[in-house]
């Protein structure tokens, strides 16, 4: 009998230390689901006539208003850049790319009242001004485009 117990005490001390080898753990993945952010051009930025006979800038405001030396009365009708953003609600930052040397004679920088564009109920309005530098003696007259670039992050 005791040769017995000896057994069934050796053969459950193998049970017990076969179970406390294995072990499980639960992991957790954390996400946020986001609509993805688009935004188009609703409204082209147009600056209107802008004289090149001397060096000089042009500045474009939020509110479609041109001011500086540069700037001449007549032509297209100035209008700043609008941009409809649709993404989640909340805030977006947004930037803009550089200054832009591409037309001979002239650097076109872009600009925005805040880097920080609140969404609500999914879209949100971006308006876009900017400035034109010109050096007369390097610029050509005629129909001139540039571009830039917005970028909107969450």
């Known amino acids: 009998m005791k040769k ?3 057994a069934t005490a ?51 405001d939020y509110a479609n208003t041109v001011t500086g030396a540069a700037c001449l009365a007549g ?30 004679g002239v650097t076109f920088t872009p600009s925005i009242a805040s880097s920080t564009v609140t969404v609500a109920s999914n879209t949100a309005t971006l308006v876009v001004g900017g400035s034109i530098d010109i050096v007369a003696a390097s610029a050509s007259s005629g129909d001139q485009t540039i571009s830039y670039t917005v970028d909107v992050i969450y």
């Open 4 to 6: 017995r117990l000896l």
């Open 10 to 60: 050796a053969a459950s001390m193998m049970f017990f230390a076969g179970q406390s080898a294995a072990e499980q753990a639960t992991g957790t993945a954390q996400f946020k689901l986001v609509q993805p952010i688009i935004i188009t051009e609703t409204t082209v930025m147009e600056f209107g006539n802008i004289d090149i006979s001397a060096d000089g800038n042009c500045t474009l």
């Open 75 to 104: 032509g297209n009708t100035s209008e700043s850049g609008v941009f409809t953003i649709t993404a989640n609600d909340g805030d977006v930052n947004v930037t803009l790319s550089g200054a832009d040397t591409s037309v001979a």
